[in-house]
């Protein structure tokens, strides 16, 4: 079956870094999406990885190797309002967007 | 950029009403749409997909006969939940694909609809 795991919690402090995983087993691959869902909103949209490599936005950036499964979302300079849950999203081999159950990020001063 | 819109934003209506939840896609035309439901603390779970003038593609466990979805043109999907009880209480969210969805944003997020049974 397909699957996607990521951390349930995580608290970090303010200013800090924190780096969110996503490890992904799916049929086929077509790209890793990472989104940003604060409480009793709809997620939107972060980031997106195809090909191995860091890809820099920003205060945000997303890993992606794709022979190890595995992605990561790194927050640099936490702002409260990065309070929020994070989720990563893989679309497989037949363009379905696979989603993970998210990470609630919580912010501490 | 993209953009879809969902309403109402919020509902609060007696057990055994139905509930019409509108998606449109604004600027793009959405051959896919797709409904999801988020319960308090939980993540997003697809209900269904739905693609223009065909029939619903429901996730296992969601009653298609209670959650009716319509999607009769390329900038509109429709979701009624018919004789809704308090368990369907929950956030709907509606999301739409464009014919460029292969690309680096496969789905664009209405701003989710807060339904809430007496």
């Known amino acids: 079956g397909q699957n996607i795991d990521q951390p349930t919690e995580m608290t970090a402090t303010e200013g800090a870094i924190v780096q969110i995983n996503c490890t992904y087993q799916?049929?086929?691959?077509?790209?890793l999406f990472w989104y940003q869902q604060h409480a009793g909103e709809a997620p939107t949209f972060l980031s997106y990885?195809?090909l191995d490599g860091l890809e820099e936005k920003g205060r945000f950036s997303s890993f992606l190797s794709r022979s190890k499964g595995y992605s990561y979302l790194l927050l640099k300079e936490l702002q409260m309002k990065d309070s929020a849950s994070y989720l990563c999203?893989?679309?497989?081999?037949?363009?379905?967007?696979?989603w993970g159950a998210g990470t609630k990020l919580i912010i501490k001063p | 950029g993209a953009v879809v819109s969902q309403h109402p934003s919020w509902v609060i209506c007696k057990s055994g009403t139905s509930v019409k939840i509108e998606c449109r896609s604004l600027?793009?035309?959405?051959?896919?749409m797709f409904w999801y439901r988020q319960f308090p603390k939980q993540s997003l779970m697809l209900m269904a997909t739905s693609n223009e003038g065909s029939k619903a593609t429901y996730e296992q466990g969601v009653e298609k006969d209670k959650f009716l979805i319509n999607h009769a043109s390329l900038t509109l999907s429709t979701l009624t939940v018919t004789s809704a009880h308090p368990e369907d209480s929950s956030f709907y969210i509606c999301s739409a694909r464009d014919f460029r969805g292969m690309g680096n944003q496969p789905q664009h997020f209405g701003d989710g609809t807060r339904l809430s049974i007496l």
């Open positions: 999203a893989v679309r497989d081999g037949n363009y379905q967007l696979i």
């Open positions: 600027d793009f035309q959405a051959t896919t």
């Open positions: 990885n195809v």
């Open positions: 799916t049929s086929g691959f077509n790209g």
